[in-house]
């Protein structure tokens, strides 16, 4: 039989010892605090540390913090990793004010207990990421896998693989019983010839990247794949579809595919939540006098209308919100028609030509993220008539409303923001937004606001 290489082979004891790592640096972290901060250590302390210790596996389980991480970016084991920290010092903290022990348990204590295990463990977990890196770089712990189908989403995961050595993959050949110009790469065998090789234990995987139209041929090449023992993975060939947040799931003992779901669902709906909560209550303390400021001024130079503006739109899932912001036009426009800003629109005041330029007008929105109505990122909401407009001129126009609205978004920070005149600007929008959706991830979130701060504030398609 094939040899799978040492780290394949004991992969349960590893991931075991990963377990018992963290968990020592835990306690010994736990430990270490009491010591600097100078707390006698006691039974309680004991009593702590087992909450912890429960605490941590049930969030690593809940965020999956120990399956296999091959292939990620370390940004994403670091967030994860995070979240799992996060939630567990949460209930420890909670646990301190409920049984009202906060002498053993002071805030400094918990700042160097929770500061130091994340540290720590945030460290091995890198230097073990770039040393199994090298090793697949150079040819160790390294799996072959086989294509079965010369499909074009065949060809795009090759493509990811060529792009990515530190996957360890070793490529065997795409398998086809097509010929000639049918296929759109070289053929390195029939279908027969893919399990004959996975039979002698030189192919550790199989990827069926047939159409799903085949599906007589995708059960016989998986009655086949039975009789062997490699790992067997489907790779439809839904590529012409726009995919959001695609994955396989189990309804009772039925599996299901994905295809339009919200990035939101599961264990990093908190995560998400928790950087709006963070990012806009900092944001409006901040912002709390220029706030004042602009609402005095608008009062000022325009007594006779209101300072915000109150906007019908689509949040999340579809469901109308009311979107605030400070009043820049003469004119509230809220129902079935709404006409967009456009340059030199007599309806923006001279006041709300500066809000609407810098952006200032939107700041209210904050309270909006807040209120869990929006996010600090997210494709920019529009207003009703709008989306009845586009929803039938725009294919997946709808399917930006599978997150909350944002602030700020994919599609604003690179030039997709303002007026959009034409199908086209509307359409390259939508094109971002979904992009995003796709893209998703904590990282890409917190990327998107520094720009923002950066180069989002100014546009000159903004009237």
Not at 136 to 160: D, M, P, Q, S, W
Not at 212 to 238: F, H, Q, S, W
Request: charged share 25%.
């Amino acid at each position: 039989m094939h040899k799978h290489g040492f780290f394949r082979e004991h992969q349960f004891a590893f991931s075991f010892l990963y377990r018992l790592v963290d968990l020592g640096i835990l306690s010994a972290m736990l430990l270490l605090s009491t010591w600097i901060c100078e707390i006698q250590f006691s039974y309680l302390h004991t009593t702590l540390g087992l909450s912890a210790i429960l605490s941590f596996l049930y969030f690593s389980d809940l965020f999956g913090l120990y399956r296999s991480w091959r292939g990620n970016n370390y940004r994403e084991i670091f967030l994860v990793l995070a979240g799992v920290v996060f939630g567990t010092f949460v209930v420890i903290a909670l646990l301190g004010f409920l049984t009202k022990n906060t002498d053993i348990l002071s805030r400094k204590m918990v700042f160097y207990w929770g500061g130091m295990f994340f540290a720590i463990s945030a460290f091995w977990r890198y230097s073990l990421h770039l040393f199994l890196k090298e090793l697949r770089k150079h040819g160790r712990n390294r799996r072959t896998f086989a294509i079965v189908g010369g499909t074009e989403a065949g060809v795009k995961l090759r493509e990811y693989v060529n792009r990515h050595p530190e996957l360890g993959m070793e490529f065997r050949g795409f398998f086809d019983d097509r010929r000639g110009h049918r296929l759109p790469c070289s053929r390195a065998g029939s279908f027969d010839d893919a399990i004959d090789l996975a039979r002698e234990g030189r192919i550790d995987q199989i990827y069926i990247a047939l159409s799903l139209r085949a599906e007589e041929r995708i059960n016989e090449i998986i009655m086949k794949c039975g009789d062997t023992t490699c790992d067997v993975y489907m790779v439809p060939d839904l590529l012409t579809f726009n995919l959001i947040n695609a994955r396989v799931q189990n309804i009772g003992e039925q599996v299901s595919l994905s295809v339009f779901e919200s990035p939101y669902l599961g264990r990093f709906r908190p995560l998400k939540r928790t950087i709006d909560i963070v990012f806009s209550l900092g944001i409006l303390t901040g912002i709390a006098i220029p706030m004042l400021v602009i609402a005095a001024l608008i009062k000022i130079t325009d007594p006779n209308g209101p300072i915000f503006f109150k906007q019908k739109r689509y949040g999340l899932s579809g469901k109308p919100i009311e979107v605030l912001k400070f009043r820049s036009m003469t004119t509230t426009d809220n129902g079935p028609v709404v006409q967009q800003a456009t340059r030199d629109d007599p309806r923006v005041t001279r006041l709300g030509r500066i809000l609407r330029k810098h952006s200032l007008d939107e700041l209210p929105q904050f309270i909006n993220v807040l209120k869990g109505d929006m996010s600090i990122v997210g494709p920019r909401p529009h207003a009703v008539a709008h989306n009845e407009e586009y929803r039938k001129k725009v294919d997946y126009y709808m399917l930006r409303h599978k997150v909350k609205p944002g602030i700020t978004g994919w599609a604003q920070i690179n030039g997709w923001r303002g007026e959009t005149d034409t199908l086209d600007k509307m359409q390259r929008r939508i094109d971002h937004d979904l992009e995003y959706i796709r893209r998703w991830s904590p990282w890409l979130d917190i990327k998107i606001i520094f720009l923002t701060i950066f180069k989002g504030f100014n546009d000159d398609n903004v009237y």
